[in-house]
């Protein structure tokens, strides 16, 4: 233990007498500049972002087709039956189970 305490103050001393070796400061100073161009670049990106989600929400109007989408599921789930006793269709189409009740729930439940 001694002797690698010796060397870091044999280092130490060195560093204070001769100081940083200009390789390492310039490897530093380049490293800290692109952190800092980084840093830079950050307004810019959440700008470019905030006007693109308020531009596909305006323009392509993601609400309306989600409710439009909504709409048809619900249409498709609730009000598509077939297998027809008298006035009421008994299943709908997740009671779908083979061809003949898929081209069945096709033919009547549309």
């Known amino acids: 233990k001694k002797s690698i305490a010796l060397k870091r103050r044999k280092r130490r001393e060195v560093k204070r007498q001769e100081g940083t070796p200009q390789s390492v400061y310039l490897n530093w100073i380049k490293a800290e500049i692109e952190q800092e161009s980084a840093c830079l670049d950050l307004p810019f990106t959440l ?64």
């Open 47 to 110: 700008v470019l972002l905030a006007s693109f989600a308020a531009m596909s929400i305006s323009y392509i109007g993601q609400d309306t087709v989600k409710l439009l989408e909504s709409a048809i599921i619900t249409d498709v789930r609730e009000n598509a039956n077939f297998a027809w006793a008298y006035n009421f269709g008994h299943k709908n189409i997740e009671d779908v189970n083979s061809y003949a009740d898929f081209w069945s729930w096709n033919r009547l439940g549309f």
